[in-house]
């Protein structure tokens, strides 16, 4: 099987059940906007020190490949593979996270320890992804699941990005605005 195909020479794709639209289409730009996020997330792979962290990010990008074949089939009356249950588990590992995190008093910058700032550029790629699941969702409903799943991705890992700083003994640093 060769890499390339010419078939997107023109500027036009393929969803997954074989329909053609155009790669500036709503739906072909929150599909690039996963794929940059689950991209980031292996980035932030690279930089764990921890096997429980790695599992839990791998696990995720499996999710975001789910969620990309998701949003390429149009057709609502399939399956969907992204559930509620996907996005409870993403609340669990939050509240997990934060339960040994101090409380916020103020907002925080993104930064910190290598891994915490991975950990912040794939939260800001993946509210981008939630963005474009929501511009999407406007123009043609059925993608709610991946508009929730994509926000409590981010609150996830925004909460492992802070725990990364604890972890690491740096401080979170404060937005004085």
Known sequence: MKLYTKRGDDGGTDL????????????IIAIG??????????????????DELKDIL?????????????????DTSKPRRTTQAHIEQLEHQIDTACAQLPPMKHFILPGGCELASRLHLAR??????????????????????????????????????????????????????
């Open 16 to 27: 997954f059940a074989g329909q053609r639209t155009t790669k500036t289409a709503p739906r």
């Open 33 to 50: 906007d996963v794929d940059e996020t689950n991209a980031a997330i292996g980035l932030t792979i690279s930089a764990c020190d921890t």
């Open 58 to 74: 791998l696990e995720i990008q499996r999710r975001l490949f789910d969620l990309g074949a998701d949003l390429a089939t149009p």
């Open 124 to 177: 800001t790629v993946c509210r981008r992804a939630e963005r474009a699941c929501v511009a999407l969702q406007q123009a043609d409903p059925g993608t709610t699941e991946a508009v929730i799943y994509l926000n409590r991705l981010s609150d996830l890992l925004f909460a492992l990005a802070r725990q990364a700083n604890q972890q690491a003994g740096v401080d979170d640093v404060p937005w004085a605005g």
